[in-house]
C-alpha cells in the first residue's frame, strides 16, 4: 500500500478544460515532487516544494499550476492542456528538504491523464 | 552534473535464473544511488540505496546491488528471479546538495515460466 494517495487514477479532458490533480501524504515529509512520465521513459521532474514553498520549477508550461496548500497535500492545477501533454503524473514526497538527500522519494501511483 | 547508464533496454530471465541489471554512473561529486521498480500501472517504489558506507547494499525483494567506484557501477542482481519480479526497473543519481534525481533509460524484465 502506498503511503502517497493521487487522485483521480485517470482522468480525460478536452483541451479548453479545467481539471485539477490531488495528493497527500500523510508521512510527516517537507518536500514534495510532481513528476510527468511518458510511455516506456523515466519520469521527469516537473515542480519541487520544500516546506510548502516552491523551490525547483524545471521550466513547465504555464498551463500546469502547482499549489500546496498545507504540508500535507499537493495539488496540480491543468488548464488549456495540449493532446501531447497526456502521460502519467507521480506525485513523490522525501523526508529531506529538497537541498538533501533528494533520492529517497516515495511515490504515489499516478494519475494517468489523457487530453483530446 | 550526474548521469546514469543503464545497459540493455530489455532483460528476459527464466523463472529461478539471476537476474542482473547494470547500471554505470557519471558524477563530479560523491554519488548517491538508487534502484527504482515500476509495477505495471503504478508509482515508483525504491528497492534499495547507496548513501555512503558499505558498499554492498541490500533492498526489498531479495535485491541487493554493489557500488564499485573504480569501475563507477551500480550493477542490481538477484540470485533467483520470481514471476513478480517482471517490472520496469530504474537506476538514479543523485549527489549532495543536488536538488534533481537523474534517472536512467529503464530497463524492462520479463520472467520465462
Known amino acids: 500500500d502506498t503511503e502517497v494517495t493521487q487522485t483521480p487514477k485517470h482522468l480525460v479532458m478536452g483541451m479548453t478544460n479545467k481539471k485539477s490533480l490531488k495528493c497527500e501524504q500523510h508521512?510527516?515529509?517537507?518536500?514534495m515532487y510532481w513528476y510527468k512520465q511518458k510511455a516506456k521513459k523515466p519520469p521527469e521532474l516537473m515542480f519541487v516544494?520544500?516546506?510548502?514553498?516552491?523551490?525547483i520549477n524545471e521550466s513547465v508550461p504555464s498551463r500546469f499550476s502547482p499549489e500546496c496548500p498545507n504540508s500535507s497535500l499537493l495539488n496540480l492545477h491543468l488548464h488549456a492542456l495540449q493532446p501531447e501533454d497526456s502521460a502519467l503524473y507521480l506525485c513523490?514526497?522525501?523526508?529531506?528538504?529538497?537541498?538533501?538527500?533528494?533520492?529517497?522519494?516515495?511515490f504515489g501511483e499516478g494519475s494517468r491523464l489523457t487530453v483530446l | 552534473a550526474q548521469s546514469v547508464t543503464q545497459l540493455g533496454s530489455h532483460v528476459s530471465v527464466s523463472e529461478g535464473a539471476l537476474v542482473l541489471l547494470r547500471c554505470n554512473y557519471s558524477?563530479?561529486?560523491?554519488?548517491?544511488l538508487f534502484w527504482y521498480v515500476q509495477y505495471p500501472n503504478q508509482g515508483l517504489q525504491l528497492l534499495l540505496k547507496?548513501?555512503?558506507?558499505?558498499?554492498l547494499v541490500k533492498g526489498i525483494n531479495g535485491f541487493e546491488a554493489e557500488f564499485k567506484k573504480s569501475e563507477t557501477s551500480f550493477h542490481l542482481t538477484k540470485p533467483s528471479a520470481h514471476m513478480s519480479d517482471a517490472a520496469e526497473y530504474f537506476c538514479?543519481?543523485?549527489?549532495?546538495?543536488?536538488?534533481?534525481?537523474?534517472f536512467g533509460a529503464g530497463t524492462t524484465v520479463t520472467v520465462r515460466a
Open positions: 538514479a543519481v543523485s549527489g549532495t546538495n543536488d536538488y534533481k534525481l537523474s
Open positions: 513523490a514526497s522525501s523526508p529531506y528538504p529538497a537541498s538533501g538527500i533528494t533520492g529517497e522519494l516515495f
Open positions: 508521512m510527516g515529509h517537507r518536500a
Open positions: 558524477s563530479s561529486v560523491p554519488p548517491y
Open positions: 547507496y548513501t555512503t558506507g558499505a558498499t
Open positions: 516544494y520544500s516546506y510548502e514553498k516552491l523551490s
